[in-house]
């Protein structure tokens, strides 16, 4: 069985950092893709970055664009999101989400990673608060 566990959500000051951690059980880290959405009270889940393992490829909303990054370590099955310059308005419910046929998509059509609907599984969130 497939699982997705994040961590390292938590209150932080305006500015400042934290680092999110998705790990896997139940799968491999080849040939897969792990995005990464968020969601406000009151807002939509939208998708904030995700990395494709079956060519490294690794995407950015423009709303964390130059903020945040994403990483993956194979060996311990977890992809990280590093998340620095922290602004209020990145306060959300964080979720990571994989897909395991990103070869079926990727390049299809501008922003297809931010699809949920072709994510297969989904971890259960870890809220992030950013105070002013």
């Known amino acids: ?44 889940r939208e998708g904030i970055s995700c990395i494709d393992s079956s060519d490294d490829s690794t995407y950015y909303a423009d709303s964390v664009k130059g903020r945040f990054t994403i990483s993956r370590d194979n060996a311990k099955n977890t992809v990280y999101l590093q998340m620095n310059s922290l602004k209020p308005e990145d306060t959300a419910v964080y979720y990571c989400a994989l897909l395991g046929t990103p070869e079926k998509y990727s390049g299809t059509y501008w922003g297809w990673w931010r699809n949920r609907n072709l994510y297969d599984y989904w971890g259960r969130g870890t809220q992030v608060t950013v105070s002013s």
């Not at 959500?9 to 934290?18: F, N, T, W």
């Open 1 to 44: 069985e497939v699982q997705l566990v994040e961590s390292g959500g938590a209150v932080a000051q305006a500015g400042g950092s934290l680092r999110l951690s998705c790990a896997a059980s139940g799968l491999t880290f080849d040939d897969i893709a792990i995005g990464w959405f968020r969601q406000a009270p009151g807002k939509e």
